[in-house]
């Protein structure tokens, strides 16, 4: 685990029926930005608003938010252009090849408050067996019976 994941603030974690109800506004959002486009093949949602651990952090915050983030994993054909909209992120690195860590935040994107995390992965890099296995070690789930919890958004198939 990378050293600012273990240094961060306590969190109060909210009621689950406003978590569903948050992620649900997050979920609409992100498919009204980014579907229809016949380039995606798939979306999921991992992280906390997944695991029912969404919440607001202690003072300061963490990575410049007082709240949870929601994290979007977008796999895409090739020659996907990326949205001028998502603004590139230094911080998501699972991968070894920087050009492949493509990871996109915005702030406040959601209800003016919460931040959305999109990580983008190429065809190419979801069908390579490295990849699928650092991608799994990260909590990216790469593979069909992958032990990292999601939620499919959206499948072409």
């Known amino acids: 685990m990378k050293e ?17 109800s948050l992620r649900d506004i997050a979920i609409e959002k992100i498919k009204s930005k980014l579907l229809p486009d016949e380039k995606i093949i798939k979306i999921f949602l991992i992280g906390s608003s997944i695991k029912n651990s969404f919440g607001e952090y202690e003072s300061p915050g963490f990575r410049g938010s007082l ?17 001028k909209w998502l603004d590139r992120s230094l911080d998501g690195k699972p991968f070894p090849d920087n050009s492949m860590n493509l990871a996109y935040r915005n702030k406040k994107f959601i209800e003016g408050k919460y931040d959305v995390e999109i990580f983008i992965i190429r065809k ?12 799994e070690l990260v909590g ?12 499919v958004i959206y499948s072409k198939k």
């Open 67 to 83: 709240y949870s983030d929601f994290d979007f994993i977008v796999f895409v054909e090739e020659d996907y252009e990326i949205p």
């Open 4 to 20: 600012y994941l273990k240094k961060r603030p306590r969190k109060r974690i909210f009621q689950k029926g406003e978590i569903d």
């Open 140 to 151: 990216i789930p790469m593979v069909p019976n992958s032990k990292n919890k999601h939620l």
């Open 124 to 135: 190419s890099n979801m069908q390579d067996s490295k990849m699928q296995e650092l991608g």
